[in-house]
């Protein structure tokens, strides 16, 4: 269960939440950041180049490189040289850094990006869903989802933290919907230097380019040995598993705050209905669910925070006992008529005993409005699952029929 | 001597990209941090487990070698060990075509990086296919010569122009024929403080049709008959040109030798496409002074 802050001891501040991950970054002391403008991440780029021009992030280089595919290209020289790493990028500007996000994972460069997260061309639409990162899920990047601005402003330290892990050694995007909460401003705890300076501990890689202890980066396997780079990589993956629920725990301890660690579940003890999400739309279900509640429906919720590395364990425990359980995603895979995190959360009951039904439901693509009557009616087909079975596996739960 | 780009890596007998590196390398000294594209000379160099970099060496992808050292070099700074030299090194298809963007913006920044582009005129590692630096009427595997066609239908992308108009503090063409101005020129490349450019002229004995022997030969030809003129640029203006004078010699020397051109010797025509090569070479030694 999130623990959000201890109002009794917290400074807040009134700030956009751009600036709080901006604020964040900053004190997790980077010695690179590149990144290049694109909506709805530029707030946080503008922040730093603030902080850099007046001079509060000190020994730092802030490259104002030509395009995303050189942002991310400039850290994996930076990030292998040693020096810890920053970007932040979203929609057109990760697509465009496909190709270098599998180089950066594959070469063990523990850097962190946060994702804005928008909708992807075409049509061209600024505002949030999460088709961005999830079409890159198997790219080797962690990937985190923020619920809220203080998880989100959090997040970048704990992320750090497990990206720069010995047993880890894996980039992570650090993922905020765009426009939600980039650019909302809510009362935070802007994060603690002296905090941060006792939880994460500086950077000192195992292997680095270094003239003193020369180094190839970057090598060509061929079939002979191939297999087992990739090997490695998903065992780097399952040991996050691990290091994610670590860095959280680690983090309460130091911060006093917790929004959990792979998942974190509310009201689901006595649930007979799970509704299953990532990113802000979680706050609406919070919402939803308490409102319900009081009518006595028993739904709860299970918070996705972590998507890569996938928690199967976790949410196999968090829904064994569930009745009904319903996936809901931002993003679709065309052609399969399903979101990601449904189709995962399937594939993770099946060959097992527990024998839930599973639904999916997308909703709030290219930044369409989520208001509670949504998620409502998502509950109400739940219901009908129980009571008559499955009718309809996976759809868009938020259609306009009539522009069809 | 104990050389830094180590024997033993499995480029062609001849191969002009490992001489290139081995000369860079010389130039450079241990000081340094070296990047690669994707071609010939990463997959020659580094066949996992082994390498033949005594430096520490980096490879990314093929479009990027010029952003990583970009951030090679910021992150050498903020870290305060910028007395490493950073050397980003690869073919002319990761640097005048598919790196474009990012050479262009690595220079454009102005960062402190020494590129040096072995420009062998192909896309070797793939099985010779064209390239923005093929010359005029080579054959390849993309341009090949055929019933109605002498090859290559442009004349090479005059990269060293384009790295002038970026403002780069130091710019010059080199050639394998004359291996001590290739060091030199590097040398002084790598001391010259923000982004400098070296063109590399590097005959490949496999992609270009000569014997194995004949790579400093052929490398010595372009430049004797005016088609590689070789030159310094500083602040962009040229400062020094290497002069043929009496040396200079028709370009069918240089282009009977090589396979890729073999057509204009055989084909209908061909004498025809022999007078436009001569024309480039002439205008090269005008437009450069090189008599
Ligand atoms: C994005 C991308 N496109 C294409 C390739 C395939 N590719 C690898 S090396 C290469 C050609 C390299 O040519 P050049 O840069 O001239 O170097 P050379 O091998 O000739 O020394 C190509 C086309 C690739 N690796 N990546
Ligand atoms: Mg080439």
Redesign the pocket.
């Known amino acids: 269960m999130a623990v959000i802050r201890d109002l009794n001891k917290d400074k807040m501040d009134v700030v956009e939440g751009s600036y709080a991950v901006a604020h964040s970054v900053k004190v997790c002391k980077p010695n690179v950041i590149s990144a290049y403008p694109i909506t709805p991440q530029t707030h946080i780029v503008e922040d730093l180049s603030q902080f850099i021009a007046d001079g509060e992030i000190p020994n730092c280089e802030y490259i104002n490189v030509e395009s995303e595919f050189s942002a991310l290209s400039a850290l994996v020289g930076s990030s292998a040289v040693g020096a810890r790493c920053y970007s932040a990028t979203t929609s057109q500007g990760l697509e465009l850094m496909h190709?270098v996000l599998f180089n950066v994972s594959g070469m063990r460069l523990p850097i962190v990006m946060t994702i804005a997260n928008r909708a992807v061309s075409a049509p061209i639409n600024i505002w949030n869903d999460q088709q961005d990162s999830i079409s890159q899920r198997d790219t080797g990047w962690i990937q985190l989802y923020a619920e809220d601005l203080q998880e989100a402003s959090d997040m970048h330290a704990q992320a750090y933290k497990i990206a720069e892990d010995k047993d880890v050694m894996l980039p992570v995007m650090a993922c905020m919907d765009g426009f939600i909460l980039s650019h909302v401003y809510e009362p935070l705890v802007l994060l603690e230097q002296d905090l941060v300076d006792e939880y994460l501990p500086p950077y000192e890689p195992e292997y680095k380019l270094d003239p003193k202890n020369p180094m190839t980066f970057g090598s060509f396997a061929d079939p002979e040995c191939y297999t087992e780079f990739r090997y490695l990589q998903q065992k780097a993956m399952d040991n996050a598993l691990g290091k994610v629920e670590e860095a959280a725990n680690d983090f309460y301890k130091t911060f006093g705050r917790y929004y959990g660690g792979l998942i974190d579940e509310y009201e689901t003890e006595d649930a007979e209905i799970i509704l299953m999400a990532m990113g802000s739309v979680i706050g609406t279900i919070k919402e939803t669910i308490d409102k319900l509640r009081a009518k006595g429906v028993k739904v709860g919720l299970l918070k996705v925070r972590a998507f890569r590395p996938f928690p199967v364990e976790a949410i196999r425990n968090a829904i064994k006992n569930a009745k009904v359980v319903v996936a809901i995603d931002k993003n679709i895979s065309l052609g399969l008529n399903e979101g990601a995190l449904f189709t995962e959360t399937k594939a993770s009951l099946y060959n097992t005993s527990i024998d839930v039904p599973v639904i999916g439901r997308m909703i709030g693509h290219g930044g369409r409005d989520i208001p509670l009557s949504t998620i409502e009616k998502i509950i109400d087909d739940a219901v009908n699952v129980m009571k008559s079975g499955i009718s309809v596996e996976s759809q868009y739960a938020d259609l306009k029929e009539e522009l069809l | 001597m104990n050389f830094l780009f180590k024997s033993g890596h499995r480029g062609c007998a001849g191969c002009c990209?490992a001489m290139v590196a081995k000369f860079t390398l010389m130039a450079a000294g241990e000081n340094c941090i070296v990047v690669s594209?994707?071609?010939?000379?990463e997959v020659m160099t580094t066949p996992y487990p082994e390498s033949a970099w005594g430096v520490p060496w980096i490879h990314s992808?093929?479009?990027n070698a010029a952003s990583v050292a970009s951030g090679i070099e910021a992150a050498l700074k903020a870290m305060g060990k910028d007395d490493t030299k950073v050397v980003a090194i690869?073919?002319?298809?990761?640097?005048i075509d598919?790196g474009m963007r990012a050479i262009s913006g690595a220079f454009e920044r102005g960062h402190d990086i020494t590129y040096v582009c072995?420009d062998?005129e192909?896309?070797?590692?793939?099985g010779v296919?064209r390239?923005g630096a093929t010359p005029y009427d080579a054959s390849t595997t993309t341009s090949p010569a055929g019933a109605i066609s002498f090859g290559n239908k442009r004349p090479k992308k005059d990269m060293p122009a384009i790295m002038a108009a970026h403002g780069a503090p130091y710019i010059a063409t080199t050639s394998l024929g004359y291996p001590k101005d290739m060091i030199k020129k590097i040398k002084k490349a790598i001391d010259v403080e923000g982004p400098t450019y070296i063109h590399a002229h590097a005959p490949c004995t496999t992609g270009w049709g000569f014997d194995s022997s004949k790579t400093v030969e052929v490398a010595k030809l372009a430049v004797q008959t005016g088609l590689w003129p070789l030159y310094e640029m500083e602040n962009g203006e040229i400062t020094s040109v290497k002069k043929i004078g009496k040396q200079k010699k028709p370009v069918e020397d240089y282009l009977k030798m090589q396979r890729r051109f073999k057509h204009l010797f055989t084909k209908e025509g061909g004498d025809e496409e022999l007078k436009k090569i001569q024309a480039i070479a002439d205008e090269n030694i005008v437009k450069f002074g090189l008599e």
Do not use: K
Not at chain 2, 37 to 41: A, D, M, V
């Open positions: 190709e | 990209d594209p994707t071609g010939c000379l992808l093929f479009e690869g073919g002319d298809g990761g640097t598919i072995i062998n192909a896309y070797m590692n793939t296919q390239s």
